[in-house]
């Protein structure tokens, strides 16, 4: 995934970093977990005080076996509830006291069938009686 982050940066703060994550969040029935996926820092945006900041970076989610985004509530006897989610974290570090903050933007992460992918067809019956020994 690209993705293109600008900053207006008006009182030329000094940005010192500017960390970004990708979070697995799920709660099923009374048990919940958060899973980081990736962390990393972005790295043209260190120590910078420029009024105006436009960085594009590619986000790689790994190539591990995530389920997709899911909510679901209900059950016949008993209530079942299950909510997994996923999050992009910017959290951004600046000059002074109290003053880095996060921002939390929900994605939607999705499958993809398997019809989709380049499978071969089989031989065609006319082939394999031409062909056979």
């Not at 994550?21 to 048990?31: E, K, V, W």
């Not at 590619?58 to 591990?64: D, E, G, M």
């Not at 899911?70 to 016949?76: A, D, K, S």
């Not at 959290?91 to 003053?99: D, H, L, Q, S």
Request: aromatic share 10%; charged share 15%.
């Amino acid at each position: 995934m690209v993705a293109t982050l600008e900053i207006e940066n008006r009182r030329n703060v000094l940005i010192q970093c500017i960390n970004l994550s990708m979070t697995q969040l799920y709660d099923i029935g009374r048990n919940s977990r958060k899973i980081i996926i990736f962390d990393t820092v972005l790295p043209n945006i260190i120590n910078l005080r420029n009024e105006f900041i436009r960085e594009t970076f590619s986000i790689l989610i790994p190539n591990i076996r995530l389920p997709p985004s899911y909510q679901f509530q209900g059950g016949l006897q008993a209530s079942a509830n299950v909510h997994i989610h996923y999050t992009i974290r910017f959290t951004i570090k600046v000059e002074g006291i109290f003053t880095n903050f996060d921002i939390d933007i929900p994605i939607t992460l999705g499958t993809e069938s398997n019809s989709v992918l380049n499978h071969d067809s089989p031989p065609s019956y006319n082939f394999v009686v031409s062909h056979a020994k």
